[in-house]
């Protein structure tokens, strides 16, 4: 498909970095279909992340995402999963190339700012996951 599903995490939200971070998501081309402030319970970041349920900072990334609020939203763009993994930058912001949003707004491997989905299905999945039908645009 041509889009895929972005979280604005906890780290980013606290730090007041809401508006910048959507300006550089539409200033790289992407379409917000879909938007909302929300906050996961800690059912929701544990069924969110259920596929690193085995790895060791599985109870930390769980607490991590349910402490605060957070902006889900949906983007369009052509190539979508794949452009807007390149706009945020690798998972550790100390190797995240200069410009990416991670670079510039994340303080460490897991408080590292945004989400992207890792493929089409699984964006459709998380989009789901957030969003009622009617609310994707
Ligand atoms: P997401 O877009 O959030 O899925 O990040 P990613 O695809 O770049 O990384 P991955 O899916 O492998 O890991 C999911 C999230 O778990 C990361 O974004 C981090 O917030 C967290 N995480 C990954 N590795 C570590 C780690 O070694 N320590 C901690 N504390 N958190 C980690
Ligand atoms: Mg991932």
Redesign the pocket.
């Known amino acids: 498909t041509n889009r895929t599903f972005t979280m604005i995490?906890p780290d980013a939200v606290a730090n007041g970095h809401i508006g910048n971070i959507l300006a550089m998501i539409t200033n790289a081309g992407f379409k917000i279909v879909s938007l909302k402030l929300t906050q996961l319970t800690v059912a929701d970041a544990k069924a969110f992340?259920a596929v690193?349920a085995e790895?060791p900072?599985y109870g930390?990334?769980v607490k991590?995402m349910s402490s605060g609020p957070i902006v889900a939203a949906i983007l369009e763009k052509e190539n979508a999963v794949a452009d807007f993994r390149t706009l945020?930058g690798?998972?550790n912001p100390a190797e995240a190339a200069e410009g990416t949003i991670r670079k510039l707004y994340a303080t460490s491997?897991?408080?590292?700012a945004?989400?992207?989905s890792?493929s089409d299905e699984n964006a459709m999945i998380e989009s789901n996951f957030h969003f009622a039908g009617r609310e994707q645009f």
């Open positions: 995490k992340y690193h790895r900072f930390e990334l991590f945020i690798a998972t491997m897991g408080e590292n945004v989400h992207g890792d």
